[in-house]
């Protein structure tokens, strides 16, 4: 069954470096998104994107992130400059569509990257 | 901010034991609601409900949505320990978007 893959599993960063989380959605999604959870709290909405443009993003979703699609089937978060308050679980989905359909809307999530800013 | 509640926030059952997971939320007009069962790391689909009254079953799991009382429910029959979990409630907004507003979630523990 096919299934959205994020790498690494776990990243450990110092304060103010860049990192990059990758995530390679299911292949006929057209529709991608992020979410984070930080421990304990709920799963938050960061950015979705469509035909190689972000279509909304949160509050959350600032200038320090960056999302891509550079080839035909990776999709990445990228954060400028950590900060301590960027630690938490970062969730890849995808989607085929949004056109209000359960049989292409639901997203399907990837197993996360365990963000961890010292 | 769309509110989702879920309740309880944790439950303790026993394996064969039947539970009933409830999210009540303020949005009145809202695309589809979705369940989600979250194990160890990612959350894995479960159910979308788009019609009230409209109950989606798979196996021991069932789902119903009532738009005109605001809430869902997600009914577990014969409990297994494997039912162990967060399971969470979202929604997708009213109108286009495709971003999902998620509820506290309900920790659910089934022992033997």
């Known amino acids: 069954e096919p299934e959205v893959t994020q790498t690494p599993s776990h990243q450990v960063t110092q304060m103010g470096q860049e990192v990059i989380l990758r995530c390679v959605p299911i292949?006929?999604?057209?529709?991608f998104y992020w979410y984070r959870q930080i421990l304990g709290q709920k799963v938050e909405f960061l950015v979705s994107?469509?035909?190689?443009?972000?279509?909304?993003k949160s509050e959350i979703f600032d200038d320090q992130f960056s999302v891509e699609r550079p080839d035909g089937s990776n999709f990445t978060l990228k954060i400028r400059s950590t900060k301590l308050e960027d630690s938490a679980m970062y969730f890849c989905?995808?989607?085929?569509?949004?056109?209000?359909?359960?049989?292409?809307?639901?997203?399907?999530f990837g197993p996360g990257t365990r963000l961890t800013v010292l | 901010e769309d509110k989702v509640v879920q309740s309880p926030l944790s439950l303790v059952v026993h394996e064969g034991d039947t539970v009933t997971l409830n999210c009540s939320y303020e949005v009145t007009n809202f695309r589809s609601l979705l369940w989600y069962k979250q194990e160890k790391k990612a959350p894995t689909f479960l159910f979308m409900l788009t019609s009230s009254g409209i109950e989606k079953k798979s196996g021991r799991l069932s789902s119903i949505l009532d738009k005109k009382e605001l809430f869902s429910i997600l009914n577990i029959t014969a409990t297994q320990t494997g039912d162990s979990a967060i399971y969470l409630c979202?929604?997708?907004?009213?109108?286009?978007?495709?971003?999902?507003?998620f509820g506290t979630g309900t920790q659910l523990k089934v022992e033997l």
């Open positions: 989905a995808s989607s085929e569509a949004a056109s209000g359909s359960w049989l292409t809307d639901t997203q399907y």
């Open positions: 292949s006929n999604h057209l529709y």
């Open positions: 994107f469509y035909n190689n443009e972000i279509s909304e």
């Open positions: 979202a929604l997708y907004p009213p109108g286009g978007g495709n971003k999902l507003t």
